[in-house]
């Protein structure tokens, strides 16, 4: 294991850059940090390239486990004026994983799936991950112009549930009507209660855009309009207090 101790290590520059999402396209990687989350990845089969360890992280057994998962040649020590540098969080627990992105081929073909249509906040897409995966929900598509999975902070926020994701871009909503689903839409217009609403045996769930919704051409296309009935005087619940709630509602059955 080596020391690293400038901000002009090669290491270091491409860890920064990975913040960018040009950048995690270019090189095909990714990083996460916190303890639980990295030993959440070593349960999956994502491969990590190499470990950032700040000089005053002290967890054997996590580390003994990278050792044996990566080598001791891909772990760094690093100045702890350096880590921070590199850091996302305020309070880092000191140690990060920059991994390989994962090509997904097929779906699981599941009983229920998520699609996201356009989302932006970080921290709503990695919760509805964290959320959907909590309720053995493996597979989610999302519509071009949603936020990148693989940013920092999506990836942060699902807590180590991206690891057991299968991410897809979907072009065209047909092919999920063609695998046998149909689509449930949340939304406020022309919609029913979503108690008891969820009643196929294959369901996509559309989650749609934090200020606009879901599209106009993806709801032309819904089978239902499924929507939370409010008692209080909140006008709006935020998207993934929301979708948490109607995937408690679609898996209950």
Known sequence: ?????SNDNKYIKLVKSLQNKK???KYNLFFDEGVKNIELSLKSDYMIKFVMIREDFVNDKLLEALRDKVGDENIFFVKTAVFDIISDTVNSQGIMAIYEK?????PLNSKYILILDRLQDPGNI?????????KG???IYYIKGTADFFSPKVVRATMGSIYF???FMLDDVQMIKDLGYKLYSSSLKNAVNCVNAFTDDKIAL??????NGISDELLSVSDKKIKISMQGNAQSLNV???TAMLIYEMTRK
């Open 1 to 5: 294991m080596k020391m690293i101790q």
């Open 23 to 25: 950048y995690r396209e």
């Open 102 to 106: 994962k090509e997904f081929f097929k």
């Open 126 to 134: 990695g919760t509805i991950l964290r959320t959907a995966e909590a």
């Open 137 to 139: 929900i493996n597979d």
């Open 165 to 167: 994701m299968n991410m």
């Open 206 to 211: 559309i989650i749609g855009n934090e200020a």
């Open 240 to 242: 993934s207090v929301a």
